[in-house]
């Protein structure tokens, strides 16, 4: 189950923090661009200080607003991407923890990132937005009435290529079998729409194990590391689903599996702080993972580390913690074949 790919013939990341052209074959004429960005956890500052119980909502990362409006300027000045048609926010944009602090956050969202948004932005639910509570009226509420009550099991085709955008949000924490069953009937009902079309998904919570699955286990510490509900991922390999986009684990990877891409993103908010870029061409898809600038880097956000554990991961794959958090050249740069 390791990571292989195509040769990248994409992009480079050039010194001017610009992603440019640069195909061997010189002729080739992108389709479209997009971006995935995830795990942003922007907070509102009032959030910080609401309670429940005993508890209280801790600080999100360091310096993740910082580094999400780096990424908004970016977007808004078409300063670093030369163009994209679109943004997958898939997932955990805001920091919530909390039902009223949710609301703090998606509000805070809306005002000071969404309202200057220069490009769509198609959004999954993330565990932090909900709390886990996926299929929970009262905790979907906050999300919905920023976003839309159709925003949360959704697709939407661009330019020949069909995105269906899955909530499993709730993966390891909801047993109610009328939402997984929900869920399951949602993702097999956008697949047979636009049967000639090649498909992604993108859903919060990663379908398969990105590292080694024992060690994966370990170093994210939470037994939501992929989706514990297979029958997701039986979907996506029947209908032969070109990739899989997630986040979730605050680390960057790709591994294919039975023809699928399944990728992961590290997000803005912890270390290595990686979004990825997409080029559409007509014969495949060329993925290249970048991090915002290296003033905004926090090495100390990373959550897969000594600093948390005692130690720095690796697994079989991946040798040292450099690779085991960022991935392997192989993952960070790729080709995803258009069939």
Request: hydrophobic share 40%.
């Given at each position: 189950?390791?990571?292989?790919?195509?040769p990248?013939r994409?992009?480079?990341?050039?010194?001017?923090n610009t992603?440019t052209?640069?195909?061997a074959?010189?002729?080739?004429s992108p389709?479209?661009?997009?971006?995935?960005?995830?795990?942003?956890?922007?907070?509102?500052?009032?959030?910080?200080y609401?309670?429940?119980?005993?508890n209280?909502?801790?600080?999100?990362?360091?310096?993740a607003?910082?580094?999400?409006?780096?990424?908004?300027?970016?977007?808004?000045n078409?300063?670093?991407?030369?163009?994209?048609d679109?943004?997958?926010g898939?997932g955990?944009?805001?920091?919530?923890q909390?039902?009223?602090?949710?609301?703090?956050d998606l509000?805070?969202?809306?005002t000071h990132?969404?309202?200057d948004f220069?490009?769509?932005?198609?959004p999954?639910?993330?565990?932090?937005?909900?709390?886990q509570?996926?299929?929970?009226?009262?905790y979907?509420?906050p999300y919905?009435?920023?976003?839309?009550?159709d925003?949360?099991?959704?697709?939407?085709?661009h330019?020949?290529?069909?995105?269906?955008?899955i909530?499993?949000?709730?993966?390891?924490?909801?047993?109610?079998k009328?939402?997984l069953?929900?869920?399951?009937?949602s993702?097999?009902r956008?697949?047979?729409?636009?049967?000639?079309?090649?498909?992604?998904v993108?859903?919060?919570i990663?379908?398969?194990p990105?590292r080694q699955?024992?060690?994966l286990?370990?170093s994210?510490g939470?037994?939501?590391?992929?989706?514990k509900?297979?029958?997701?991922?039986?979907?996506v390999e029947?209908?032969?689903?070109?990739?899989?986009?997630s986040?979730h684990?605050?680390?960057?990877?790709?591994?294919?599996?039975?023809?699928?891409?399944?990728?992961?993103?590290?997000?803005?908010?912890?270390y290595?702080?990686?979004?990825a870029?997409?080029?559409?061409?007509?014969?495949?898809?060329?993925a290249?993972?970048?991090?915002v600038?290296?003033?905004l880097?926090?090495?100390?956000?990373?959550?897969?580390?000594a600093a948390?554990?005692?130690?720095d991961?690796?697994?079989?794959?991946?040798?040292?913690?450099?690779?085991?958090?960022m991935?392997?050249m192989?993952e960070?740069?790729?080709?995803?074949?258009l069939?």
């Amino acid at each position: 189950m390791g990571a292989a790919s195509v040769p990248f013939r994409g992009y480079s990341l050039q010194k001017q923090n610009t992603l440019t052209k640069t195909s061997a074959d010189g002729q080739d004429s992108p389709v479209f661009r997009f971006v995935q960005i995830n795990d942003l956890h922007i907070q509102n500052d009032r959030s910080r200080y609401v309670s429940a119980s005993s508890n209280r909502v801790g600080p999100t990362y360091k310096g993740a607003n910082d580094r999400a409006f780096w990424l908004l300027q970016s977007l808004k000045n078409d300063a670093f991407f030369n163009g994209i048609d679109f943004v997958l926010g898939i997932g955990d944009l805001v920091h919530g923890q909390q039902l009223e602090a949710i609301k703090y956050d998606l509000d805070f969202f809306a005002t000071h990132f969404y309202k200057d948004f220069p490009v769509p932005l198609y959004p999954a639910i993330g565990n932090h937005e909900i709390v886990q509570r996926e299929g929970d009226p009262v905790y979907e509420a906050p999300y919905k009435e920023l976003f839309g009550k159709d925003k949360v099991n959704y697709s939407f085709l661009h330019k020949g290529v069909h995105f269906i955008v899955i909530n499993n949000a709730g993966s390891h924490s909801v047993n109610d079998k009328e939402i997984l069953n929900f869920r399951l009937a949602s993702l097999e009902r956008m697949l047979n729409e636009h049967p000639d079309k090649p498909k992604i998904v993108c859903c919060h919570i990663p379908l398969i194990p990105i590292r080694q699955n024992e060690v994966l286990a370990k170093s994210f510490g939470f037994s939501s590391y992929f989706t514990k509900e297979t029958e997701l991922l039986d979907l996506v390999e029947k209908y032969k689903v070109l990739a899989v986009l997630s986040g979730h684990l605050h680390i960057s990877g790709m591994i294919i599996k039975n023809s699928v891409h399944h990728i992961a993103i590290s997000g803005s908010a912890s270390y290595p702080h990686d979004m990825a870029l997409y080029t559409v061409y007509k014969d495949r898809i060329d993925a290249a993972l970048f991090r915002v600038p290296s003033d905004l880097l926090v090495p100390s956000t990373n959550i897969h580390g000594a600093a948390r554990f005692g130690l720095d991961y690796t697994d079989n794959l991946h040798q040292d913690y450099t690779t085991y958090i960022m991935g392997q050249m192989s993952e960070r740069y790729f080709s995803i074949p258009l069939k």
